[in-house]
C-alpha cells in the first residue's frame, strides 16, 4: 500500500480493529497520509462498510460490531498464567454472549512513577482500551485510568444447610452451586445472604467456597433488592464523614440571589414522592411583539450550592452516579438531609433554586430564555392525579382555589409548546410502563400499569425545554459540560429492523440520514393492529442507548441538536455537573464548576453512563426476582404470554399481566431441527415449516421458578404457525440452527 492512497477495506478494518482509540476519520486519514481529494474517498470507503454492517459509528469514531469503547468500566476478575490481571466489562449484555477478556498493562516502572492507576482482583475501574497485538492473548489490553471500586470479588449466594454442611444457592441466572464445609460457615444460618471467596474448585464435584460476610436473611424485609444492591455493587450505605457534612449543612442565604418567592411556582409530582426538585409556573406573555406567546418558568432545586466539589458529600454522589429506584426502596444519591429536607422544594417553604425563564410564541418556538439563581417558595405541592381532575372539572380542596390562577395557564401553555413538539416530531414510542405493587409483607401483590395523564406530558416537555435552554446557554458561554447524547440506529441495526418490517408488509426508507420521525410512520401504521406491541419492541431494539458525554452530536430521539440533563440534580450526577457549569458561565456565585472538574468531564461521563445502566440492570434484576417469588407456587399453571425475543437458543416469554420474562429453551420445542432467522426475529422448524415469531401470543406452561436468580422456565403448548417463506429457506442462505431431533430437554442451570 501507498502512503497517501486509501487502503483496501481489508487494510481500515484492520486498522480499526487495531486502534480503537484512533479509529476517527480525522485519524485514519492522518495514519495514512490522505489530503485533499482521498479524503473524500476514505470517507465514502468507510461509509461502505458501515452500509455493509461492517463497522458502526460511535460518538467520535468507528469501531468493529460487538468491540468494547475506548474507555470502558471494567471489573478486575483473575490473573492470567504469567500473574497479569485480566478484566471484563462491567457491563454486558446477556445476549451477546461471554463478555470479552482484558488484559491489564501495568509495568513496574509505571507503577513506581505513579503514572498509572493500580488495580487488583475484585477492583471496578475505569480504564482506556487497546487492540491487542499479541494475538495468542486477549483480543483487548487496558490501561488503568482509576479506581473505582475496591474489592467486589465475593460471589454471592444463599446458604441452605445440608447435613453438616451446606449449599450456596447461585443469584445470577448463570449462577452455580457450591459446596461450603462445616468448618467454612460461620455464623450463617439457613436463608441468609452471604459473600463467599471460591477456596478451590475441582474437576469432579462442586466448587468449594468459604463464607466471608453475612449480609442479611432473604426472609427479612427489602431482602431481594437488597441481593441486587449486593450483586451490582451499589453503594448504599454513606460513610459518617458524608452523614456528618450532610448535617452541618446550613440553609442556603440570599447572596448572589434573586427573591422569588412571590412567583407562585408548585411542584407536581407521583403522589408518593419524598423530594420536589422541580417546580412550575406559566402566564401568558403581555408583550405586543409575542402575541398569543406564553412564559414558562421552571425552577430546580439548588443542590450546587449545598454540594461542593471535592467534598466528601460530592466524591460518594459521584460514587453513586444516581439514585436507584426499587419496589421496595430507593438508593438516593444524596443523603436525606438533602435530598428531602434542604434541597426539597417544600411547600410553603423558602428554598434556594436554578430557574428559567422561556418565552414561547403561540406556534411553541423558543423565543428568548434566562437563568437566574432564586429564592422561591413553593405555592402548593401536588400529585399528578390531582391536578389532572381539577382540570378535567372534578378539583379537591386544594387544587380547586389553584385552577383559574396556576393550573389553567399551566395547561395553556402545555398546548402551545406541543404545538412546538409536533413539528419537532420526536420518536413517539409506546411501550407501557408497568410499576409493581407491593404487599405490606413485600411480595408481590400485582402489576399496575399506570394512566398516562396529561400532567405528565406537561411536566416532561417543560423539563425536556429546560434541559434544551441549559445546553443553548452553557455554548453560547463557551462552557465545557455533559450532554445527554443519543446516537442514531447503526445502519446494521436498521437493515435488521427494516428486514423484520418486509415480513409484515412495512417498509423503513433506507439512508444515512434517518430522522426520528422515520419511524412515527410505522408506529402509527401498527397501531390498533396485532402488530403494534412487535412493531414498538422492534423500533426500541433498533434504537442506540443515550449516554453521557463532553461531546456532543445531539438527541437523536428527542429530535434535538443540544440536550443536558439539568432537572433533576438531586438523583443525577450529570445534572449537577450542568448547574456548577451554569453557576460559573453565568457568575451566579458559589458552588460552580472547577478547571479540575472540566478536565476530567470525560472520565465523569463513562463513568455515571456505567453507573446508570448498573442502576437499571439492579432494577430490572429486583423485578424479574419479585416476579420469580411470585410465581414459584404456581409451578405446572398455564399461562398466555407472548414472544418478546427469538434467538438461536430459544425463545423469551412475556407475562404482560405480571410484568415478568422467561425462557423456553430451543431444546424443548420438539423433535423438529429449529432454525433462527434473525431478520424475521423467528425459530422456525425445518421439517414442518412451524415456528414462533417475536410478538406471537402463545400458550405456556410455567415448569421451574428459580426466585433467588429471578428465573423462570416455560414450556410450550402452542403448535407453531406455518412461517413465512423467507423464514424457511433462511438456513440455506447462511441461517444458523439448533436443536437436533429426538434431544431431551437439559436441566435448567441458569
Not at 467520535?60 to 468494547?68: C, D, E, I, N, V
Not at 482509576?146 to 444447610?161: E, F, S, T, W, Y
Request: glycine share 8%.
Amino acid at each position: 500500500m501507498i502512503h497517501g492512497e486509501v487502503p483496501s477495506r481489508e487494510v481500515l478494518l484492520q486498522f480499526i480493529t487495531d486502534n480503537p482509540d484512533r479509529a476517527s476519520k480525522r485519524e485514519i486519514a492522518k495514519a495514512f497520509g490522505l489530503k485533499g481529494d482521498t479524503r473524500v474517498e476514505l470517507k465514502q470507503a468507510l461509509r461502505d462498510l458501515e452500509n455493509d454492517g461492517l463497522v458502526n459509528k460511535t460518538r467520535k469514531s468507528l469501531a468493529r460490531p460487538g468491540a468494547l469503547p475506548p474507555v470502558t468500566v471494567l471489573d478486575i476478575t483473575t490473573r492470567d498464567k504469567d500473574g497479569e490481571l485480566i478484566g471484563r466489562p462491567a457491563e454486558w449484555p446477556e445476549d451477546a454472549g461471554a463478555a470479552p477478556a482484558v488484559l491489564i498493562r501495568q509495568s513496574s516502572s509505571d507503577r513506581a512513577k505513579g503514572k498509572t492507576a493500580v488495580g487488583g482482583i475484585g477492583d471496578r475501574v475505569l480504564a482506556k482500551i487497546f487492540a491487542n497485538k499479541d494475538r495468542a492473548g486477549p483480543a483487548y489490553t487496558a490501561r488503568v485510568i482509576k479506581v473505582i471500586d475496591r474489592q467486589r470479588g465475593a460471589v454471592l449466594g444463599v446458604v441452605r444447610m445440608m447435613g453438616e454442611g451446606a449449599r450456596l444457592m447461585p443469584i445470577e441466572r448463570r449462577g452455580e452451586e457450591m459446596q461450603i464445609d462445616a468448618a467454612d460457615i460461620g455464623e450463617a444460618k439457613d436463608g441468609d445472604l452471604v459473600e463467599v471467596e471460591v477456596s478451590r474448585a475441582t474437576r469432579l464435584g462442586l466448587t468449594r467456597a468459604r463464607v466471608l460476610n453475612i449480609v442479611g436473611s432473604v426472609a427479612s424485609e427489602k431482602a431481594i433488592s437488597m441481593i441486587a444492591i449486593h450483586a451490582h455493587g451499589i453503594p448504599y450505605i454513606f460513610p459518617q464523614s458524608v452523614i456528618d457534612e450532610a448535617e452541618a449543612a446550613k440553609p442556603a442565604s440570599m447572596s448572589h440571589r434573586e427573591d422569588w418567592r412571590h412567583v407562585p411556582l408548585i411542584t407536581i409530582d407521583p403522589h408518593d414522592a419524598k423530594d420536589h426538585d422541580d417546580a412550575v409556573y406559566a402566564e401568558p406573555d403581555t408583550s405586543e411583539d409575542n402575541p398569543g406567546g406564553v412564559v414558562v418558568t421552571v425552577a430546580i432545586a439548588d443542590v450546587s450550592y449545598y454540594i461542593r466539589p471535592k467534598s466528601a458529600l460530592d466524591r460518594e454522589a459521584l460514587k453513586r452516579g444516581n439514585s436507584v429506584y426499587f419496589p421496595d426502596r430507593v438508593v438516593p444519591m444524596l443523603p436525606e438531609r438533602i435530598s428531602n429536607d434542604l434541597c426539597s422544594l417544600r411547600e410553603g417553604v423558602d428554598r434556594p433554586a436554578l430557574a428559567v425563564r422561556m418565552v414561547f410564541s403561540a406556534e411553541g418556538r423558543k423565543v428568548r430564555h434566562t437563568f437566574h439563581r432564586i429564592m422561591m417558595k413553593s405555592a402548593a405541592k401536588l400529585s399528578y392525579q390531582q391536578a389532572q381532575a381539577a382540570i378535567d372539572g372534578q378539583a379537591d380542596e386544594k387544587a380547586g382555589p389553584l385552577l383559574e390562577p396556576i393550573l389553567k395557564p399551566l395547561w395553556a401553555a402545555y398546548a402551545t409548546l406541543k404545538r412546538g413538539r409536533d413539528r419537532r416530531q420526536p420518536l413517539e414510542l409506546d411501550m407501557p410502563e408497568r410499576k409493581i405493587i407491593l404487599k405490606p409483607d413485600g411480595t408481590v401483590d400485582r402489576v399496575h400499569v399506570p394512566e398516562r395523564l396529561d400532567a405528565h406530558k406537561l411536566i416532561e416537555e417543560m423539563m425536556i425545554q429546560a434541559n434544551v435552554a441549559a445546553a443553548e446557554t452553557l455554548e453560547a458561554k463557551r462552557q465545557k459540560l455533559v450532554y445527554r447524547i443519543h446516537d442514531a440506529p447503526t445502519l446494521s441495526k436498521q437493515e435488521v429492523l427494516r428486514e423484520f418490517l418486509a415480513t409484515i408488509g412495512f417498509s423503513l426508507v433506507k439512508g444515512g440520514n434517518l430522522r426520528s420521525n422515520s419511524f412515527n410512520g410505522i408506529l402509527a401504521k401498527a397501531q390498533d393492529t396485532p402488530h403494534q406491541i412487535i412493531v414498538n419492541e422492534m423500533v426500541l431494539r433498533s434504537q442506540s442507548q443515550a449516554i453521557y458525554s463532553p461531546d456532543n452530536i445531539g438527541h437523536f430521539g428527542l429530535n434535538l441538536m443540544k440536550y443536558a440533563h439539568f432537572t433533576s440534580p438531586i438523583r443525577r450526577y450529570a445534572d449537577l455537573i450542568v448547574h456548577r457549569a451554569l453557576v460559573a458561565a453565568l457568575g451566579l456565585g458559589e458552588g460552580g464548576i472547577t478547571q479540575e472538574e472540566e478536565a476530567s468531564l470525560e472520565d465523569i461521563a463513562a463513568e455515571i453512563s456505567t453507573f446508570e445502566r448498573r442502576a437499571m440492570a439492579a432494577e430490572r434484576d429486583t423485578v424479574n426476582r419479585l416476579v420469580a417469588h411470585h410465581l414459584a407456587g404456581r409451578i405446572g399453571e398455564d399461562f398466555e404470554g407472548q414472544i418478546g425475543g427469538v434467538t438461536k437458543s430459544g425463545l423469551f416469554i412475556s407475562l404482560p399481566q405480571f410484568g415478568a420474562d422467561g425462557f423456553i429453551p430451543v431444546s424443548t420445542l420438539g423433535r423438529d431441527y429449529y432454525i433462527y432467522d434473525e431478520a424475521h426475529q423467528a425459530l422456525t422448524g425445518e421439517k414442518s415449516g412451524l415456528g414462533y415469531q417475536l410478538g406471537d401470543t402463545v400458550e405456556v406452561r410455567l415448569v421451574e421458578a428459580v426466585p433467588l436468580a429471578g428465573a423462570l422456565r416455560f414450556e410450550m403448548l402452542s403448535e407453531g404457525r406455518k412461517m413465512p417463506a423467507g423464514a424457511r429457506s433462511f438456513h440455506k442462505a447462511g441461517g444458523r440452527g439448533r436443536k437436533q431431533p429426538g434431544t431431551r430437554p437439559p436441566r435448567s442451570r441458569r
